[in-house]
């Protein structure tokens, strides 16, 4: 046993796999030490918010907001932090204009090498066609910062995007671009998604 993890979450939406009213909270923390046999010391931090209300007849706004912090508290530095313990944001449930993890930060060599702070905001207009298929406008923004000293942010990145999705009994079933509007040397202009289940 290296590490422990406590998490906390209140959900008072009126349906998680659709919601259209209510507030869900998340926090959870990990945290590792060499004196609970791991190799290394540091600790993760996150928390996350989403509201949904209506707006008018058969319209919906979401609006989710998420951060995440590590630090190396017990160790010299953070030159042992785990790669796989940083954060490589990007993908269908948080910043829609890259594949999973390639909204990351980049090294000078141009390789994903992970943050140590990261905040993702969306926000989502939603609007119901007819029956069970509805189409979305939704704006993302994330910032990162691959050292603490650095906290909360340095790096912007923004998308803007559309989709429909179709609603199941799983939660919908979800088509979307999101068009990057500042990409970095190497990002793509935009990504397409195809996934299911809400995004936050």
């Known amino acids: 046993m290296g590490s422990v993890d406590v998490g906390l979450t209140s959900d008072r939406r009126d349906n998680p796999l659709r919601p259209r009213r209510g507030i869900r909270w998340v926090g959870q923390v990990e945290a590792a030490s060499k004196t609970l046999g791991g190799e290394v010391d540091f600790q993760v931090y996150e928390v996350g918010v989403s509201y949904h209300t209506s707006w008018g007849s058969s319209r919906w706004i979401h609006v989710g907001l998420s951060h995440g912090a590590i630090t ?16 490589f ?65 340095n790096e912007e990145l923004y998308a803007l995007g559309i989709g429909v999705r179709y609603q199941t009994l799983v939660g919908p079933v979800r088509l979307e671009y999101g068009r990057n509007l ?11 998604h195809f996934s299911i289940g809400f995004p936050f």
């Not at 190396?72 to 940083?86: C, Q």
């Not at 500042?182 to 397409?192: A, I, K």
């Open 89 to 153: 944001p990007g993908g269908e449930t948080s910043m829609r204009g890259y594949q999973r993890g390639e909204a990351s930060p980049r090294g000078a060599d141009g390789r994903f090498i992970g943050a140590q702070s990261q905040v993702t905001f969306n926000l989502e207009l939603e609007q119901g066609l007819t029956g069970n298929w509805s189409g979305v406008l939704f704006f993302d923004a994330l910032g990162t910062a691959v050292e603490l000293s650095d906290y909360p942010l």
């Open 182 to 192: 500042n990409p970095r040397v190497g990002d793509p202009g935009g990504t397409l």
């Open 72 to 87: 190396t508290f017990g160790a010299d530095n953070d030159r042992d932090l785990p790669v796989n313990k940083r954060f």
